[in-house]
Every structure is written in structure tokens, then in C-alpha cells.
């Protein structure tokens, strides 16, 4: 059995992608799995999406903790642990990166038993959840890997998916899935099936005894805040809100109510301040400020410079 994953983020494709690998697969005559699984659905966040493609009845279910191959659509979830890039690779594992980054720089950093390769065929944008075609171009390399799927039936995948959307888009889709299936064709057949997973071969985990408390002492509390404080949820996000406080208004009620996440809060001169540690980058604030003065900036680009504090900034115009 083929257990393949795609990683991404949300915008990306990657539900997409699983679904013409899976359409392709069944093509060719195999029986197919394919499903996406979501953590907070919302452009950037971290997403993947699995196909689980045999000749037989297929009896597994769930996510695949075990992969064949594992494509990773953006390069800097790979860092994310919540994205589980890593997670379950083996000596089996062909991991399939698309980056700009040479192959040995990712050699080096990863350090893992699997076979590492790099499709550099993504553009440079600003917004790296918005690269267009890159579901069917992740789909297309796949399709290589494997070996057992010929051209026809990957691009007839893609037209029976992507009909709705016109005949242009298509074959705009088509042409990119193609290029990177010829990308791969030094690889061809790098990917091969795992071997079926035997409940006689289960280890059983060494459970953790832990003493019976009272609900009042020990059950969580989930109806108050701050319950997910230490979870970085800032790591999803593509562009960052930076302030102008030249422009600024100090109509802190506006960004500060509608932002879906709670992320800014206010100094004790007035000044919206953004919790970057959990602001996701959704943008509401960008769009919502009166005089206009949050603008959206390219993640990538803001680490490099720091934004000035608003006291440093303007001081107190109170």
C-alpha cells in the first residue's frame, strides 16, 4: 500500500492535491483513501492531507503515522511543530520539499534516515499562502515518485477535478502538474509501498498509572481564559499587521474588537499593541483600521526589522 502525505497551508491546495493523486490512483485501478485534515481552518494555518492507494480492500483508517512519501509544500512549516512535517519518517520515507534551499542545506538540518529531494519550482511571493497551481504541481511530482502513474490518468485527474473551474484554468493546472511530473523523472519509482501493518507486531506502550482526583482538583478548565496561552498559534502566519503609530488614532476599540484572536491589547497611553506570539495573521485589523494605519507586510521581511515601540515612535500625544 501506497501512505503518502501533503503538507501545506491552508490556501495552498493541498486538499486538492490529495484528491487528483487520488483520482489518478484510482484511474490506474487501485483502491483509494484520500481526506484532508484541519486544525483551525484559516488561510496560512498549517493543513496536510493523506492518500492511501492499493491494489486491495484497504482497512486502515485515520491520519498515516507511517508514510511512504511526505510532501511538504512550504519549507517553513518544516520548523512548526505543529505541523508534524517530521512525524512517523522512517528509513522508508521519501521526504519531497519544495524549497530554494539546496538539497544538502536541508540534508544538513534534518539529519534524517530518508531519502531528502527538493522541487524548486514554486515563485518567490510575498504572501506564501497565496502560490497559485502549487496543489497540482505537488500532485504531478508525486505521481512521478510513485511510478505507477502514467501522464494520462494524472492529467485526466485533474480535469475531472478542476472542470468547474473552466477550461483555462485547467489547462494552466495541467501544464504546471506536468512540469514537475518531468521534474521527477530522475526519481521515478523512489517511492514504493509499505508493508502492511501487523496488529501482531503492536508494542504495547508503557502506560503512565496516574491516581483518580476529584473533578473539582484535577479536570481542566475550558470555560475560562487564557487555556491556550503557551500554544504559539503566531507561527501560522504568512504576513504580520505592523502599526504606524504616526497614523494611528488611538481608536483602539475598532482593531482591538474585531480581532478574531484577541491578540491586541492596549498600552496605558492608548496605543494598540499586537500579541505576535498568537496574531495569526488574519489581516481583519488591516482591513478594519479607519485611518488606515496597520498595514499588512510579508512575515519574511518583518523579522528583519524590528518595529519600533510606539513611545520611541511619537511619544504621547495625549
Known sequence: MY?????????QGMKTASRIL????FLCGYEVQDAPRYGAERRGAPIFAYVRAAKKTINERGIINR??????ADDSLVAVPA?????GIGPQTVLLINSHEPLNTWEDRL????????????????????????????????ARLVGAIPLEHLQQAIRDELHHLGPEVVEKNIQQATEAYHLAADFVGKVVEGKEISAKDFTTPNWVDLPFEAANIS?????????SELAATGAWRTMRPVIDYQRCNKCWWVCSEFCPDGAIAVDDKGYPQIDLDHCKGCMVCVAQCPPHAIEAVAESAAQLTETAKPAEAVGDKS
Do not use: M
Open 3 to 11: 501512505r503518502i502525505r501533503f503538507h501545506g497551508r491552508g490556501g
Open 22 to 25: 487520488g483520482d489518478a490512483f
Open 219 to 227: 479536570a481542566p478548565t475550558i470555560h475560562t481564559g487564557l487555556t
Open 67 to 72: 508514510p511512504d512519501l511526505v510532501i511538504v
Open 83 to 87: 505541523a508534524g512535517v517530521l512525524q
Open 111 to 142: 539529519n534524517i534516515p530518508g531519502q531528502v529531494l527538493i522541487l524548486p519550482v514554486s515563485e518567490d511571493v510575498e504572501d506564501r499562502a497565496d502560490l497559485p497551481y502549487l496543489g497540482t504541481t505537488c500532485a504531478g511530482a508525486a
